[in-house]
């Protein structure tokens, strides 16, 4: 689904990606982790051709991601998602839908889809300025929904959020395993990907330290948390 062959971004005399190989297979739960400064955006970037690679390659599906094809099949999430508030929930969810070229008659029944599986029923005719910020990152993925994606990139969807906005996020995330989509996970919250995540990789200063099963990754007696901390400080 998604291959990073030796791929590097250089910003001047700064080397934000440095030499970063891995793959994410379909079907696959995978989280990007590392500290601030890592390079996890940068490669998000890469993948979506929101910047080049200054060398090396990175693919979807196949496809080189400098090709507008390979994002044909992406639903993405930014870190700071803003939806205009003065939207309702289902406004912002058929506009989209018709950035997306989608018929209206596809498109109601795609955001009536997509509303039932955010768990929003009730609240999708209500304003966004009425929304709580767990409730805006549920929207949020639902627009990544949108047009039927086999692959789902998040940026830190849990960024800002409460305990139970947490919470909330990461049973809508498992509940979409079973929708068989592929999801590329961005996060700081290392205790919330090794409840719902496959896979793992982590990366510092750009360069990629491990990247495994999480079940082979954590030791017995440790937690994500341990080894991101150990393998980070060296």
């Known amino acids: 689904m998604i291959e990073l062959n030796v791929a590097t971004k250089r910003y001047g005399s700064l080397v934000a990606v440095d030499n970063v190989s891995f793959t994410v297979e379909a079907g696959e739960y995978f989280a990007l982790l590392g500290p601030n400064g890592a390079g996890k955006t940068t490669i998000v970037r890469m993948l979506l051709n929101f910047t080049k690679p200054t060398s090396g390659s990175l693919s979807i599906n196949g496809i080189p991601c400098a090709n507008a094809a390979s994002r044909a099949a992406i639903g993405y999430l930014a870190e700071n998602n803003h939806i205009p508030p003065y939207l309702t929930g289902w406004q912002y969810l058929i506009r989209c839908a018709e950035l997306l070229d989608i ?3 596809d498109a109601i029944n795609q955001c009536k889809r997509v509303v039932g599986l955010i768990g929003m029923h ?43 906005g947490i919470r909330e996020i990461r ?7 079973d929708q068989g989509l592929t999801i590329f996970l961005n996060s700081h919250l290392l205790s919330e990907v090794e409840k719902i995540c496959d896979n793992a990789a982590i990366i510092n200063r750009g360069r990629l330290l491990v990247k495994d099963k999480i079940s082979a990754i954590v ?10 901390v150990r393998l980070v400080k060296g």
């Open 171 to 177: 049973q809508l995330l498992e509940s979409l395993k």
């Open 103 to 105: 018929n209206r008659y």
């Open 219 to 228: 030791k017995d007696g440790e937690t994500l948390e341990d080894v991101f």
């Open 122 to 164: 009730g609240r999708e005719d209500t304003k966004v300025n009425t929304y709580s910020k767990g409730m805006i990152q549920r929207f949020g993925i639902g627009a990544a929904l949108i047009g039927n994606p086999n692959l789902l990139i998040l940026d830190e969807p849990t960024a800002g959020l409460d305990p139970i």
